[in-house]
């Protein structure tokens, strides 16, 4: 450890999602269930766009909140998920990424708590913590889901600033219905904590519709939206995605993303008008094909393991305990004996363990083949 480097750097962890990513990096024999990233291509008509903005010159700064047409594009959106909102109150971020970063940043104070229902994807603690907040988890296992009772025990005892949801989830594919909605929002009114609701998976919602936690009543002033690109539109490598917050909150995001990031790249933003404004076709096939893929994978997965069926983003969760195995040493085996690559749980947070995320955005050959391999491995350490 560098003693030139901070110590809050020094103290958090790498990604355990890229460790496993460097251990196939360059493995042509390796089928990867490992990587949450879409197999599609970015939509043709998308990237046309792309390319014409280029051939017209358009690689300058834009304003730093983004295009106007594009903020007034995701605005009219977020309509669909109950959200009624203005262009002003969006900022177009360079992937969700950057909008936890800069969501941390902006409302936490050195110490305040920050609520982080788990498994949860990797980005939110390390962030919270660099923006000097104190992370509390909440193991959500083995439903998965946010117990009402559960949350308001944390919320009496640690009077938490903020609670950042996901859903549908990364890694667990569970999403929430109206009323567990309703029950967050009614804690986070009771114990004035803002919300910050990571909806990159929202289009890939399978069972009924998306519902943005903003469109509930009272909680538009105090949810931090994270949307993006990546994911729906497969555009992951383009940077792009979005956060939609009250006045006062946007305002102190804006600053810190004028400081360090500018503004989002401009051809990806010219993309994004055009996927939010007529992709819509693409959006439904590539809903069916997840969909399609989910149910052959889970069906098989289950044979195996005890699974909760997905009800959107591109993973299954299944616990691993009947094979005796740590999540680790599960998915590092695997990777040697099988050449299958999956994420050990425990990468989501302690009450991952015992588990591990298979992400099914591949071909449903590619799966066919991975579930064999997984089949043979299972059978060899039982
Ligand atoms: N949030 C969740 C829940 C994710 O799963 C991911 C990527 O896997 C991200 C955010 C990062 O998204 P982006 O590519 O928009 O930075």
Not at 46 to 54: G, K, T, V
Not at 62 to 79: C, F, H, P, V
Not at 179 to 208: C, N, P, Q, R, W
């Amino acid at each position: 450890m560098s003693r030139r480097t901070s110590e809050r750097v020094n103290s958090i962890r790498p990604s355990g999602i890229r460790r496993f990513f460097d251990l196939i990096a360059g493995r042509r024999d390796v089928i990867s269930l490992g990587v949450g990233e879409p197999d599609f291509q970015v939509p043709w008509r998308i990237r046309d766009e792309m390319i014409y903005s280029l051939e017209r010159g358009y690689t300058s700064y834009t304003s730093n909140k983004g295009l106007k047409e594009l903020r007034e594009a995701i605005a009219e959106y977020y309509r669909k998920f109950g959200v009624d909102t203005s262009s002003e109150n969006v900022i177009v971020t360079t992937g969700v990424s950057e909008g936890i970063d800069i969501a941390m940043r902006s409302i936490l104070n050195l110490g305040d708590t920050v609520l982080i229902p788990e498994p949860a994807y990797v980005s939110y603690k390390p962030l919270a913590f660099l923006a000097g907040g104190e992370v509390v988890a909440i193991s959500t296992a083995p439903d998965f889901r946010l117990n009402y009772d559960k949350l308001i025990r944390y919320a009496r005892k640690f009077c938490p600033k903020v609670i950042v949801i996901n859903y549908p989830n990364n890694p667990t594919g569970i999403t929430y219905s109206k009323k567990e909605l309703e029950e967050i929002a009614d804690i986070a009114v009771e114990f004035d904590m803002i919300v910050i609701s990571d909806e990159i998976y929202a289009e890939l919602t399978y069972s009924g519709r998306h519902i943005s936690i903003a469109s509930l009543n009272g909680m538009e002033d105090r949810t931090i939206v994270l949307n993006g690109f990546s994911k729906a539109f497969a555009m992951t490598g383009l940077r792009i995605g979005y956060a939609i917050a009250p006045d006062d909150i946007i305002d102190a995001m804006l600053k810190i993303h004028q400081y360090c990031m500018l503004c989002a790249p401009i051809v990806s933003q010219i993309g994004a008008i055009e996927a939010l404004k007529n992709c819509e076709e693409e959006l439904e096939r590539m809903r069916a094909v997840y969909i399609r893929r989910r149910n052959f994978f889970v069906k098989r997965l289950r044979k195996m393991f005890e699974v909760i069926m997905p009800e959107g983003a591109f993973y299954a969760f299944p616990s691993i305990r009947n094979t005796g195995l740590s999540s680790e040493d599960f998915a590092e085996r695997l990777l040697i004996e099988k050449r299958v690559a999956v994420v050990p749980g425990n990468a989501f947070g302690d009450c991952g363990e015992g588990y591990v995320r298979c992400s099914y955005a591949l071909d449903i050959e590619r799966l066919k083949e991975a579930l064999d391999r997984i089949e043979d491995f299972v059978k060899s350490v039982q």
